[in-house]
């Protein structure tokens, strides 16, 4: 199986940054996609960027030239580094990983299943 662990929440003022990690573990040889996602009380989940094992990457219009994704594929790891962070940025950040190719049973096979992280809160305040 495949384990996601989100860090890096917290509360920060406006205008303030915050860098938020996303580290995935288990017997994984790669990693295809990786993003960030977030949903706050009563809304649906939204995706924030993502990012390629080739490192192409995609962000949402409401936090494009504020946030910045990057990946580390040696580390399994996704960042999210996030500026000029305004109080509707507060929500739960999950982490969603798809087209694992891991370990099963001694043979390394492509997992179809999507993997979430279990979500770290931002909050900003105004």
């Known amino acids: 199986q495949v384990q996601l662990v989100e860090s890096g929440g917290g509360l920060v003022h406006a205008g303030g940054s915050l860098r938020l990690s996303c580290a995935a573990s288990?017997?994984?040889?790669?990693?295809?996609?990786m993003a960030w996602y977030r949903q706050g009380p009563g809304k649906q989940r939204e995706l924030v960027a993502s990012?390629?094992?080739?490192?192409?990457?995609n962000s949402a219009d409401s936090v494009k030239d504020r946030f910045t994704i990057s990946r580390d594929n040696a580390k399994k790891t996704i960042y999210l580094q996030m500026g000029s962070l305004k109080p509707e940025d507060t929500d739960v950040y999950y982490c969603?990983?798809?087209?694992?190719?891991?370990?099963?049973?001694?043979?390394?096979?492509?997992?179809?299943?999507?993997?979430w992280g279990q979500g770290t809160q931002v909050t900003v305040s105004s």
């Open positions: 969603k990983a798809d087209g694992v190719v891991r370990d099963v049973d001694g043979t390394y096979k492509w997992d179809p299943q999507h993997y």
């Open positions: 288990g017997s994984i040889l790669s990693i295809n996609n």
């Open positions: 990012i390629t094992s080739g490192g192409i990457t």
